[in-house]
C-alpha cells in the first residue's frame, strides 16, 4: 500500500468516527448557490466561503474554467437541485497562467511524463513515447486572470441552458491572503436579465 493510499484511508477513518448526523443531509445544497473555481490545492471553498458539508455545490476544473462540463454541473445544479446564485472564482498564481495549448501539446507529444518548469519555462524531460491526441483538446488557457474571470461569467451567463434570473458574480481569490476580490466588470455580467425574478 501506497504511504498516500494508507494516510488517506487513515483520515476517511477518523472522518467516519465523527461523521455524526451527516448522513441525513439533503441532497440539494441548503444555501442553494455553487461556486465554479480551480483545482489548486491552494484554495480551500469551504474555507474561503465559509461552507460547511451540505451548503453548496462546488464545482472544481483546471483554472476554474467556464468548459462545457462545468456548464453542465451548473446546470443540473440549478435544474435539479435548486441553486439559485453562483460564483466563478478564479485565482493569482494560477498555473494556468504558464502556459499555451501549444506549449502543453508539444510537451505531451514528446512524452506522457511529468514535465519540469524553470525560469526559462516548460521542458520535458520524458524518455517518450507521446500522443499527438493533445491538439484536439482545448486546455483553457488563461492570458489575464480579470479577463478571464469576464470571458467566463460571459459564458454562463449566455448560455442557453443558464437561465436569466441567476446571478453569476465573478471574483478573484489571492492566494497570498487569503481575499477575494470581486471583478466588477465580470458580475456587471453576471446580473440577472431585467424584469427577470430574483
Known amino acids: 500500500m501506497s504511504t498516500i493510499l494508507n494516510e488517506v484511508l487513515t483520515a476517511n477513518q477518523h472522518y467516519q468516527a465523527g461523521f455524526g448526523d451527516k448522513g441525513s443531509l439533503p441532497m440539494p445544497p441548503g444555501r442553494r448557490f455553487a461556486i465554479l473555481t480551480c483545482m489548486d490545492a491552494r484554495l480551500d471553498p469551504a474555507k474561503y466561503a465559509g461552507l460547511s458539508e451540505g451548503d453548496a455545490h462546488v464545482i472544481r476544473n483546471a483554472g476554474g474554467r467556464a468548459s462545457d462540463d462545468a ?46 518548469v524553470d525560469a526559462s519555462g516548460w521542458h520535458d524531460v520524458g524518455q517518450g513515447p507521446g500522443s499527438n491526441e493533445a491538439k484536439f483538446v482545448s486546455f483553457l ?7 478571464s474571470v469576464v470571458e467566463d461569467v460571459t459564458r454562463i451567463r449566455q ?10 458574480y465573478g471574483y478573484i481569490y489571492d492566494v497570498k491572503t487569503g481575499k477575494l476580490n470581486e471583478v ?15
Open 141 to 147: 488557457t488563461i492570458k489575464n486572470l480579470a479577463e
Open 71 to 116: 456548464i453542465r454541473s451548473l446546470v443540473i445544479s440549478y435544474k435539479l437541485l435548486g441553486t439559485q446564485e453562483w460564483f466563478v472564482i478564479h485565482h493569482t498564481d494560477c498555473g494556468m497562467e504558464t502556459f499555451t495549448d501549444e506549449i502543453m501539446r508539444d510537451l505531451l507529444a514528446k512524452s506522457l511524463e511529468t514535465a519540469k
Open 184 to 198: 466588477p466588470e465580470a458580475t456587471e455580467m453576471g446580473r440577472t436579465q431585467a424584469g427577470v425574478g430574483a
Open 159 to 168: 448560455h442557453p441552458l443558464v437561465p436569466a434570473h441567476i446571478p453569476v
